[in-house]
């Protein structure tokens, strides 16, 4: 695409998942494509973090906060002062920004939409949805990560199937660097004093990833092991942001009688998570809502064995490779573990099968299917159609309401 500019919008690059997403976005378009120009948006240090970039790569640096007017029209202003072609937005957004050129947007999930929706009144809840409505139905193409999240979008806001295209997450590639080497053993044993066998959790901390039953679940698999004298010493390390915004989770720990046996060790290096994706027994991911579900994937890269949910977009990740469960069932959670736990004829042929599964997604190949949406829409019929969509809808939301 020579000649052409596509702004990418960076500012949430240090948000889980979202800013899994664009890093690797942004890396891989910078190894592909040498001749689009693109211009990541956001703070200097954000660009940075992503590594080096092509010289087709120009940043630019946005001081205003992203979710406040001044932001808004900052971003509109840089767009506009570029004469930008395309703007890539890769998260869901409510607020119309009024942007001089087409946007496409990726939808991660809408679960922020229907939390923040149960939570206001009415008239506010009315218009959140609308304005999120209006600012999809104004994109000339959404990404979305999993077919799960497209079909959600289109049955949510009434979107056209053929205006949402489902591109893969896949998993970063600092965690597809081979299996963990004695010394990166040894640095859990010095680091973390972990010298015992562990089931492994590693997300965010919010009621939906259903944490607490997954405790649940593990105190009632201590209780089952202990009566046939096996694996007294198994803990369960929760891996993840502070646990000081949900008390409910300490609570759970006290009251199931197994705070001696998990332990929440916050956030650690990406390096030093893919060591303890390889040493754990089990990786536990029974979360109730996932637009994609990334570590469970991630977990299945290093051949650990996964028990994850049979809700969402997770079937559709892992495929035939995990063992799936009913997240809101403890008993079932737990008889899962067991199983899994104590059949060395199954944990073989999970590995193999996680593996293979893994390799399924790769940023090469969803990015390459990016780039090709990118020409769909700055052909002249993809230009033609975003122009109609956008007359369409009235002057307050001209080409590349964003």
């Known amino acids: 695409m020579p000649s052409v500019k596509i702004a990418i919008d960076i500012r949430r690059m240090t948000e889980f998942g979202v800013g899994t997403y664009i890093r690797n976005v942004v890396r891989t378009l910078g190894r592909l494509d040498h001749e689009t120009t693109y211009i990541p948006i956001g703070s200097p240090d954000k660009v940075k973090e992503i590594g080096p970039l092509p010289a087709n790569f120009h940043g630019v640096a946005l001081a205003e906060p992203e979710r406040s007017l001044m932001g808004y029209q900052e971003f509109r202003a840089v767009v506009k002062r570029l004469d930008c072609d395309l703007v890539h937005i890769p998260n869901l957004f409510s607020i119309p920004r009024g942007l001089s050129c087409p946007y496409v947007m990726t ?6 939409h229907l939390s923040r929706a149960r939570e206001q009144t009415g008239a506010w809840r009315s218009l959140y949805f609308q304005l999120t409505k209006r600012v999809l139905s104004g994109a000339a193409r959404i990404f979305a990560v999993s077919n799960f999240t497209k079909l959600e979008t289109e049955k949510l806001f009434n979107i056209p199937p053929g205006r949402i295209e489902v591109v893969y997450n896949a998993i970063d590639e600092r965690l ?8 990166d053993r040894q640095l859990l044993v010095e680091r973390y004093q972990v010298t015992y066998p562990f089931l492994l959790y590693a997300g965010r901390i919010s009621p939906h990833k259903n944490v607490v039953r997954m405790i649940e679940a593990f105190s009632a698999l201590k209780t089952e092991l202990e009566r046939d004298h096996l694996f007294p010493d198994l803990k369960l390390i929760i891996i993840g942001d502070d646990v000081s915004g949900n008390p409910d989770l300490r609570r759970t720990v006290i009251r199931s009688g197994v705070q001696n046996d998990v332990r929440f060790l916050g956030f650690v290096p990406i390096e030093v998570l893919r060591t303890f994706y390889d040493a754990a027994k089990i990786f536990v991911f029974p979360s109730l809502y996932e637009g994609f579900g990334l570590p469970p994937l991630e977990a299945m890269a290093h051949g650990t064995p996964v028990v994850t949910s049979n809700v969402s977009s997770l079937p559709e990740v892992v495929g035939n490779a995990a063992v799936l469960v009913h997240p809101e069932n403890v008993f079932e959670i737990m008889r899962a573990l067991h199983r899994v736990l104590l059949d060395q004829p199954l944990r073989d042929k999970m590995r193999e099968r996680g593996c293979r599964q893994a390799a399924k997604f790769s940023w090469e190949k969803s990015v390459r299917r990016i780039m090709d949406v990118y020409r769909e829409v700055l052909s002249p019929e993809g230009n033609a159609e ?6 369409s809808k009235g002057s307050e939301t001209t080409a590349g309401v964003a």
């Not at 597809?176 to 010394?183: F, I, K, Q, T, Y």
């Not at 975003?386 to 007359?391: K, L, N, Y």
């Open 386 to 391: 975003a122009s109609g969509q956008s007359a």
């Open 176 to 183: 597809l660097h081979g299996h963990a080497r004695p010394s």
């Open 107 to 112: 939808v991660h999930d809408i679960l922020e």
